[in-house]
T-cell receptor, first 110, second 115 residues
Framework: GEDVEQSLFLSVREGDSSVINCTYTDSSSTYLYWYKQEPGAGLQLLTYIFSNMDMKQDQRLTVLLNKKDKHLSLRIADTQTGDSAIYFCAESIQGGKLIFGQGTELSVKP | DVKVTQSSRYLVKRTGEKVFLECVQDMDHENMFWYRQDPGLGLRLIYFSYDVKMKEKGDIPEGYSVSREKKERFSLILESASTNQTSMYLC??????????????FGPGTRLTVT
């Protein structure tokens, strides 16, 4: 079945770049998403990429998609303490459902 | 501003109680979802609904049921709460006509503790 895998933790220093990685299994996904969850809150869409794209840049965020390896990454430039959160990768599958990874908890140290 | 609201942020119930979690969206979305979130397991889909009175099982439906009598409201029911249902419950909604399609909008979550 469909599966999305992420590492559980990442720790960086303020000002560094953060790279969060994700692998997925369904090659027919139309969109791949990155959601952010701040403490005590629901998930909020951070960015997304259409499956026929290789890269998408949005201010400090860069999404890279390697379709051959089914690998997705999110790079956050100049990481700030306010970026501390859980980041979820998700792929769209048939019927409008999303399959989520386990979430990567990003800790930004001053 | 789009909004998904959930009836409670925190809930404490006793084992064996019947529990109702309510979710309301104001975006006229066709699709609604209930997930549970546990550390290290991510979000797991319990039930979803494509339309009023329609429902389909997700990956972990055991011990849960749902009701969708109106388009904007999707309820999750724990028929007889058990301690292993202690979790964070998240509701979401989406539409095929969104941009991107099927972007899911989430409520703030209900942290349920069953004692």
């Amino acid at each position: 079945g469909e599966d999305v895998e992420q590492s559980l933790f990442l720790s960086v220093r303020e000002g560094d770049s953060s790279v969060i990685n994700c692998t997925y299994t369904d090659s027919s996904s139309t969109y791949l998403y990155w959601y952010k969850q701040e403490p005590g809150a629901g998930l909020q869409l951070l960015t997304y990429i259409f499956s026929n794209m290789d890269m998408k840049q949005d201010q400090r965020l860069t999404v890279l998609l390697n379709k051959k390896d089914k690998h997705l990454s999110l790079r956050i430039a100049d990481t700030q303490t306010g970026d501390s959160a859980i980041y979820f990768c998700a792929e769209s599958i048939q019927g409008g459902k999303l399959i989520f990874g386990q979430g990567t908890e990003l800790s930004v140290k001053p | 501003d789009v909004k998904v609201t959930q009836s409670s942020r925190y809930l404490v119930k006793r084992t064996g109680e019947k529990v109702f979690l309510e979710c309301v969206q104001d975006m006229d979305h066709e699709n609604m979802f209930w997930y549970r979130q546990d550390p290290g397991l991510g979000l797991r889909l319990i039930y979803f609904s494509y339309d009023v009175k329609m429902k389909e099982k997700g990956d972990i439906p055991e011990g849960y049921s749902v009701s969708r009598e109106k388009k904007e409201r999707f309820s999750l029911i724990l028929e007889s709460a058990s301690t292993n249902q202690t979790s964070m419950y998240l509701c979401a909604s989406s539409s095929p006509s969104g941009a991107p399609s099927y972007e899911q909008y989430f409520g703030p979550g209900t942290r349920l503790t069953v004692t």
